[in-house]
């Protein structure tokens, strides 16, 4: 009888429970809708309200944006201020956003590649082969020694 009765009651409160889809995926929802639950029982059934949508003045504590003897939401945990943060802007805005950066950091690489002068010296070079010769420079050796080796010869 207690199997029954219990997958009863799952298999109701799975039918009953609203779906709740958003227009888009956020990692916290901020919609003021009032789901009806059940199990908090006398515990006041608060909107779905993210506290980082308040301002940010005027609370008794400013870092949690909440006054003295508020009553917490029984999900504060998702809708508090350390909460994942609220996105308000679409994903084509940041994707404008993210194009404008690249475009702006391209065009400044661009300006500075045109635009970088000549060496004002000339390179120096080195006679016998970049003077391997002299500096020990033997066949088979795994770290050949030797200077920049003379391409005018």
């Not at 227009?23 to 003021?32: K, Y």
């Not at 789901?35 to 949690?64: C, E, H, K, V």
């Not at 475009?103 to 390179?123: H, K, W």
Request: proline content about 8%; overall charge negative.
């Amino acid at each position: 009888m207690l199997r029954t009765s219990t997958s009863r009651l799952l298999s109701t409160r799975l039918i009953q429970r609203p779906v709740v889809m958003s227009a888009r995926a956020q990692s916290t929802l901020d919609t003021g809708e009032v789901i009806q639950d059940p199990q908090i029982g006398d515990y006041p059934n608060l909107p779905r309200n993210s506290t980082q949508a308040r301002g940010p003045f005027g609370w008794w504590d400013p870092q949690d944006k909440r006054n003295f003897g508020e009553t917490l939401h029984e999900e504060d945990e998702l809708l508090g201020v350390w909460a994942p943060d609220l996105h308000t802007y679409s994903p084509y805005k940041a994707l404008a956003q993210l194009a404008l950066a690249t475009g702006v950091l391209t065009a400044f690489a661009g300006l500075v590649y045109s635009t970088y002068p000549e060496r004002p010296a000339v390179q120096r070079t080195y006679p016998n082969d970049g003077l391997k010769k002299d500096l020990g420079f033997r066949e088979g050796d795994a770290r050949p020694r030797g200077a920049r080796p003379d391409d005018s010869e």
